[in-house]
């Protein structure tokens, strides 16, 4: 088994910056990819940005020159600096990992959502 485990959500001012937190840990042996999602009320995730081997990213169009996507390998951790946040950002965001575990197959595993709220 493996958790991910999400900090930095909260409320913030449009303009203002935030930066979400998603650590990785248990029975892992690697992790391929990461990413993080965000899901409006009502609506399916939609991915936000992603990360893989390391230094391979892609961003949606709506938060590409805002955000940006980082990982730390030695430490299993992703981050998404937000900045010039605005009020269509609030969502609850959601990190994701395609992880390789000890028997050698592959899972997806999510964080448990961290509410980012932006007043106008």
């Known amino acids: 088994q493996v958790q991910l485990v999400e900090s930095g959500g909260g409320l913030v001012q449009a303009g203002g910056s935030l930066r979400l937190s998603c650590a990785a840990s248990?029975?892992?042996?690697?992790?391929?990819?990461m990413g993080w999602f965000r899901q409006y009320p009502g609506q399916q995730r939609q991915l936000v940005a992603s990360?893989?081997?390391?230094?391979?990213?892609n961003y949606a169009g709506s938060v590409k020159g805002r955000f940006t996507i980082s990982r730390d390998n030695a430490k299993n951790t992703m981050y998404l600096q937000m900045v010039s946040l605005k009020p269509e950002d609030t969502a609850v965001y959601y990190c994701?990992?395609?992880?390789?575990?000890?028997?050698?197959?592959?899972?997806?595993?999510w964080g448990q959502g961290s509410q980012v709220t932006v007043s106008s």
């Open positions: 990360i893989v081997n390391g230094d391979n990213t």
């Open positions: 248990g029975n892992l042996v690697s992790v391929r990819a």
């Open positions: 994701h990992a395609l992880v390789i575990e000890l028997d050698g197959g592959r899972y997806d595993y």
